[in-house]
């Protein structure tokens, strides 16, 4: 029995819809998986609906950008209460900040004689979480660019003209955000840019968990972050990260998680880690 716990759609800069994910997720016999969406969890009804037809058990979650001390990191959220109405003033916020950025990044464009109109990204993205991807993938079709890696090299990267920082809130916020809509907070890909450094205080902060098992984690990296997770008592997660055709291949079934860990995240849940015990009594503490 096997999950994979970090997947995108066409909800954010994934290319599949919910129910090409959930037909992905048959066809390689996952038994349960989690919707990761960037700054949204608008995909999660028809997501479960589909994992539902498919007799696949959903998890609803997303992946909220956030930083700490400078560095931009990635926060998962897992079991989240997706209508808790703080959580979804924050994605409003986190949406109304990637599309305005993509306006900036089109006009950054213009300004060096590139082609391309907003309304190429944004029919395109046909969502509220719009992000580079879909950028990259206009210059594609206005043939500006031959490819995704292409586009980012020479425009999107950080320090190339394209290039526009995003909508943050800190670890720290994003942490009580998710125990406050009732999950679980998880790092996502430690291994990955720069995150490995912001380590140290993610765990002093609370964390939940570390996702372990990302598709660019090598065997010794996982092992590595599991080592730290059972140290610190931290749930351990992985998942592909696929975001469907974006990069040829789908990443979809590199990952497969044992379902355990599923198990052990509700486990955590019920026993109500300490992190979230506290956030709870500052919430009930707040409406009072
Ligand atoms: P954004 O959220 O708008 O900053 O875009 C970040 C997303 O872009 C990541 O989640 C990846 O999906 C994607 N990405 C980053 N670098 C590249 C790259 N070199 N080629 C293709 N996709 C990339
Ligand atoms: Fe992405
Ligand atoms: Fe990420
Ligand atoms: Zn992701």
Redesign the pocket.
């Known amino acids: 029995m096997f999950t994979d716990l ?1 997947l ?1 759609t066409t909800f954010s800069d994934g290319t599949y819809s919910p129910e090409q994910l959930a037909a992905e997720a048959k066809r390689f016999s996952f038994v349960a998986i989690a919707l ?1 969406d ?1 700054d949204t969890v608008e995909g999660c009804t028809r997501m479960k609906s589909a994992c539902e037809a498919g007799s696949i058990e959903f998890i609803p979650a997303t ?1 909220l950008t956030c930083e700490v001390a400078g560095v931009e990191l ?1 926060m998962l959220g897992y079991f989240l209460d997706v209508e808790h109405p703080r959580l979804l003033k924050q994605m409003t916020r986190f949406q109304t900040g990637r599309q305005d950025r993509i306006r900036e990044i089109v006009a950054r464009l213009r300004k060096l004689q590139v082609p391309l109109e907003e309304e190429d990204v944004f029919a395109l993205a046909n969502c509220k979480s719009p992000g580079r991807p879909h950028v990259a993938r206009a210059l594609i079709q206005r043939k500006i660019c031959a490819s995704l890696d292409e586009a980012f090299e020479r425009f999107l990267k950080k320090n190339r003209p394209g290039w526009v920082p995003k909508e943050k809130i800190t670890a720290e916020e994003a942490l009580a955000l998710i125990h406050e809509a009732g999950g679980l907070a998880v790092v ?1 890909h430690p291994g990955l840019a720069r995150t490995e450094e912001a380590l140290p205080a993610l765990i002093e902060a609370g964390i939940d968990g570390i996702e372990c098992f990302h598709t660019k984690h090598s065997p010794s990296a996982s092992e590595y972050y599991v080592g730290l997770a059972e140290q610190h008592n931290l749930a351990v997660t992985g998942g592909s ?1 696929c ?1 469907g055709m974006n990069k040829g291949k789908p990443l979809i079934g590199s990952i497969k998680l044992p379902y355990q860990y599923v198990r052990q995240l509700k486990e955590r849940l019920r026993s109500g880690h300490p992190a979230r015990a506290q956030a709870k009594a500052a919430s009930v503490t707040t409406q009072i």
Request: charged fraction near 20%; hydrophobic fraction near 10%; glycine fraction near 0%.
């Open positions: 970090h995108h990761t960037h992946e990635h996502a990260d975001h």
